[in-house]
């Protein structure tokens, strides 16, 4: 009898560390399901705001061309009027050269930005990993959503950038050289700042986004 309870004992000892041990386990994997769960509806919301951002810039884009192909065509006309045929072959190139210049900025600008959303999620999913063994990751999902909202206004910016037009007024033949030189002073203003301004900002604060979540305690278990 004294044998039996003791093993009866024992048993009721191990049974609810089994218990408890089935439940750690079923905790686990539902963790680990509502992750896998949120990277593919991250990964799904990433490739639709990528795809949505290349499609509205062109949009964009051909709104811009549609509007000033009139003018455009203005100018070209009173370009090809030159008498001087080496101005009038420069002339042609750099027109062409400025809205090229603009449109593979603006592409490149938007290119980046779609990398930086990327790296983004990978932090976001990355946080919520950490968050799922009990770190605390307040100050990374705040970082994280401030960078959004930066790289947001960037896109915004980059739209604007892309409806801009460097049309050349020519009055004459004397101040071709001069009239050109203002648009493309102007083009260079207008890129150099949203590439030092809001372009930059996005990118300090995806920057900001991946310090935060290095510094939280566990990050890489």
């Known amino acids: 009898m004294k044998k039996y309870l003791l093993i009866l004992g024992t048993v009721l000892l191990v049974i609810p560390s089994l218990v408890l041990a089935q439940t750690v386990k079923q905790e686990k994997a539902g963790l680990r399901e509502n992750i896998e769960l949120k990277k593919a509806e991250l990964q799904k919301n990433i490739k639709e705001q990528k795809e949505a951002t290349v499609k509205r810039i062109e949009e964009v884009r051909k709104e811009a061309k549609a509007k000033v192909e009139a003018k455009r065509a203005e100018v070209k006309e ?3 009027q030159l ?11 750099i027109d062409e050269q400025l809205n090229r210049l603009n449109e593979q900025w603006t592409k490149h ?10 790296i983004l ?3 976001e999913l990355r946080a919520e ?3 799922a063994n009990g770190q605390d990751v307040t100050a990374v999902s705040t970082a994280v959503e ?6 947001a206004a960037a896109k915004s910016a980059v739209e604007e950038q892309v409806k801009k037009s460097y049309i050349a007024t ?3 033949e004397d101040k071709l050289k001069d009239a050109f030189k203002t648009q493309r002073d102007l083009l260079h203003k207008d890129l150099f ?12 604060a995806v920057q900001d986004a991946l310090q935060s979540l290095r510094v939280v305690p566990e990050v890489d278990k």
Do not use: P
């Not at 401030?146 to 790289?151: E, G, P, R, V, Y």
């Open 83 to 93: 008498k001087d045929e080496r101005k009038k072959a420069i002339a042609l190139r």
């Open 121 to 123: 999620g990978k932090v």
């Open 170 to 172: 020519i009055e004459s």
């Open 193 to 204: 700042g949203l590439r030092d301004g809001l372009m930059k900002d996005a990118r300090k």
């Open 129 to 131: 990993k950490t968050k």
């Open 78 to 80: 009173k370009i090809q």
């Open 146 to 151: 401030k960078a959004k909202q930066t790289i």
């Open 109 to 118: 600008f938007s290119n980046v930005l779609n990398q930086l959303n990327d």
